[in-house]
């Protein structure tokens, strides 16, 4: 199934516009065991993996970056609490830049490309890292992809963080974020 850009907007306007009825109980309180499915994050760019980020060093989450800087000109996506993941990536591709393989610059080498949702949660006591990941979506060497699945969220999903991972290993290439652009 294709899903465009119109797709995306219109699943994420009746996810916002839900009625507030849906999500009572009755008597009219809320109901916070309801399964209707509601948003819990929604974003309108990514960070491309570069500095820093790149390698093991400064892992998020557990998820290392790729050892090659990448950039990306549009992404956006959401979540909703029964696991519904949309990312629509547009330019994820190898940066201009030293550390990138000079053939591959501003050209994406991978087949397919990985959504990955990182929450926090309870594990007894303790607050532990669950990372539940995608299988694979086709991925153009423009570095264009649609992810849309449906994944098993942990229970509770606590800051989750959505990235895109490479679809023949677990490395990531971007994140939820932004970095403005300098004068």
């Avoid at 009755?26 to 065991?33: F, L, Q, W």
């Amino acid at each position: 199934m294709r899903v465009t850009s119109t797709a995306l907007c219109l699943t994420l306007a009746t996810l916002l516009t839900a009625p507030a009825s849906a999500h009572m109980g009755m008597h009219g309180k809320p109901d916070h065991h309801s399964h209707t499915p509601r948003l819990l994050l929604a974003w309108g760019s990514m960070y491309g993996v570069d500095g820093p980020l790149l390698g093991a060093d400064n892992a998020i989450r557990g998820v290392v970056g790729d050892e090659a800087p990448w950039e990306v000109d549009r992404a956006r996506g959401f979540l909703s609490t029964d696991g519904h993941l949309v990312i629509s990536v547009r330019g994820l591709v190898f940066k201009d830049d030293p550390l990138s393989p000079p053939d591959q610059i501003g050209k994406n080498d991978e087949a397919q490309f990985r959504g990955l949702v990182s929450c926090l949660t309870e594990q007894g006591d303790s607050i532990v890292t669950a990372n539940v990941v995608t299988a694979g979506f086709p991925a153009d060497t423009a570095g264009n992809s649609l992810i849309n699945a449906r994944l098993e969220l942990p229970n509770p999903c606590i800051a989750p963080i959505v990235m895109v991972l490479a679809g023949s290993e677990d490395k990531m290439f971007a994140v939820t974020g932004f970095e403005s652009e300098e004068d």
